[in-house]
């Protein structure tokens, strides 16, 4: 995202060329012990019981050895898959906010004026996260188009919501700098040289802290990014294969086509 790369470059840390993971879900999954549910809005459009039980719209379908086994790889690869990146978003976007406000508080304080819009701003983006990807007890659910840019989990609006703190970031670094210095300053080179310090100081410490979970969650990122574009290829077979999925194309990758 952009804010990020803004914010390594400003505390010095190193950045890496963005990861791009080109896949998607077009309907809502839902996970638990026992079923797999494809959901369009609330209405259930299959769902996949133990792993080898298919029920389409209500009705089961009998599968030969070939395609049951084929449910049995996508069942399998979406229980071990889905909760650890419900467990990832949430992790995302704590390690994000908590970097922002650390950044934040070391150049202005929690006193600043402008610190509680930032609070407010934060907020916000960890609740849309949290409607997008939920863990209620065993159960693991990831709303529709929830997974493109899936090193970033983070769609336009939580980008625009966080671009919106750091905004307000901005003015809380001129207040304390001191604003727009008059001509001959003389405390100029000074407050720079204090705020330079304190930006050396938190890249240090971020990198140091932050940047080896964050690589962690990169790798993490990649690793689902791939296994969701394998599981793709077997559900392409099964729709191809049993016409009573033909029609419900969960995972999407590539370009993003549009809803039905």
């Not at 993971?21 to 996970?31: H, I, N, S």
């Not at 259930?44 to 086994?69: D, F, H, K």
């Not at 701003?121 to 529709?144: E, H, M």
């Not at 207040?175 to 240090?204: C, H, V, Y």
Request: glycine share 6%.
């Amino acid at each position: 995202m952009k804010w990020c790369v803004v914010l390594l470059g400003l505390l010095g840390l190193p950045v890496q060329a963005a990861f791009k993971c080109e896949a998607d879900l077009q309907y809502g999954l839902a996970v638990n012990d026992r079923y797999i549910r494809v959901i369009n809005s609330s209405r259930t459009l299959y769902q996949i019981n133990q792993s080898n039980q298919l029920i389409v719209r209500g009705e089961w379908i009998e599968l030969p050895e070939e395609q049951q086994a084929l449910l049995q790889e996508l069942a399998d690869g979406l229980y071990y898959a889905v909760p650890k990146v419900v467990l990832l978003a949430s992790e995302g976007v704590d390690l994000a906010i908590g970097a922002v406000d650390h950044v934040y508080v070391g150049l202005v304080g929690s006193d600043h004026e402008s610190y509680q819009r930032l609070q407010k701003a934060l907020w916000r983006v960890k609740q849309k996260v949290k409607t997008k990807f939920i863990r209620a007890s065993d159960n693991y659910y990831i709303g529709p188009r929830s997974l493109e840019n899936v090193d970033e989990l983070m769609d336009n609006q939580l980008e625009s919501q966080i671009e919106e703190a750091l905004t307000t970031s901005v003015g809380g670094i001129l207040s304390a700098i001191g604003g727009l210095p008059a001509q001959g300053d003389e405390n100029l080179e000074k407050r720079m040289e204090m705020l330079s310090a304190k930006l050396e100081n938190m890249g240090a410490e971020i990198e140091k802290h932050i940047a080896p979970q964050a690589n962690s969650l990169r790798l993490k990122a990649e690793w689902f990014c791939n296994e969701i574009k394998r599981l793709d290829g077997v559900e392409e077979e099964l729709r191809r294969t049993v016409p009573a999925l033909a029609p419900y194309d969960l995972i999407i990758t590539g370009q993003v086509k549009p809803l039905k």
